[in-house]
């Protein structure tokens, strides 16, 4: 049985070898402008999700930022 | 009587030595600054480049006497109105996240309270790269009337996420909506601090 990345405590995603944060985010369709991604609670900066790779059973948490304060 | 005699037992001298950074002073910012100085919180580093406007009132902690005023400055003085001893530091400056690291130098806890979604995140990955170790308390989602089902709070690592994540402010902002994760975003930080502070206690460094 393939390893399963848990997105957001109620996604999955079916892992495999290479997978990028953004191949997550795509897979899921999360097409949010603006957003703050962890794996494993470390924070990914934006210009790093197409290069940094996501171990198998990783945890990732994907928090939409609206605007309003 | 003093104003502390019905806090939590254990909380107040674990918080009179904590020192929370507050990155923005608007509806956010300034009610989780008066709800972290009713906690008992020693210190707090205020920055917004903003005066007070009318249209603040609608949900922030501010009065018709403090129009005009920079926002850090009118903060500071509503807060030591309720506390004379918490100590303030007040930088009226439009922050670049190349400053994040000096101004919050000594900041344990940040609490996230910027209106614009980009500053958000920058300030998030500031934060984050410059204190791994420390948490960031931020806000998403606050916007919009009712809807306390759809508030929440999240956490990964060291980043808490307080709001329900979706709403816009194109929606109109009101008082109690935001002051309800305003406060979500206090009570996360006094928990993380107290706890922290319980465990130094417990486990003295040698």
């Known amino acids: 049985m393939a390893p399963v990345l848990i997105v957001n405590e109620r996604d999955r995603v079916e892992w495999r070898d290479g997978m990028t944060v953004q191949d997550v985010l795509d897979a899921l369709r999360y097409d949010y402008v603006l957003m703050t991604v962890t794996v494993d609670g470390a924070l990914v900066p934006e210009e790093e999700y197409s290069l940094r790779l996501v171990p198998d059973s990783s945890k990732l948490a994907v928090f939409h930022l609206a605007h309003g304060g | 009587m003093g104003i502390f005699d019905r806090n939590v037992p254990g909380s107040t001298e674990i918080l009179r030595g904590a020192t929370v950074g507050i990155a923005g002073c608007g509806g956010l910012g300034s009610q989780a600054a008066a709800s972290l100085v009713r906690a008992g919180v020693g210190r707090l580093i205020l920055v917004d480049c903003d005066r007070v406007e009318e249209s603040n009132l609608n949900r922030q902690h501010y009065f018709l006497e403090d129009l005009g005023r920079p926002k850090t400055e009118a903060l500071a003085a509503r807060l030591r109105s309720i506390e004379p001893e918490v100590r303030i530091t007040s930088l009226g400056i439009r922050l670049t996240p190349a400053e994040v690291p000096s101004v919050f130098a000594e900041a344990e806890v940040l609490i996230e309270a910027f209106d614009r979604a ?89």
């Open chain 2, 118 to 206: 980009e500053a958000k995140r920058w300030l998030i990955e500031a934060w984050c790269r410059a204190f791994p170790d420390r948490l960031i308390v931020a806000a998403s989602g606050v916007s919009g009337l009712g809807r306390n089902e759809s508030l929440r709070v999240r956490r990964s690592g060291m980043i808490v996420m307080c709001g329900d994540g979706e709403s816009d402010m194109a929606e109109g902002l009101c008082a109690p909506r935001v002051a309800v994760v305003a406060n979500l975003q206090a009570n996360a930080a006094v928990e993380h601090l107290v706890r922290r502070g319980m465990e130094r206690a417990e486990w003295p460094r040698c």
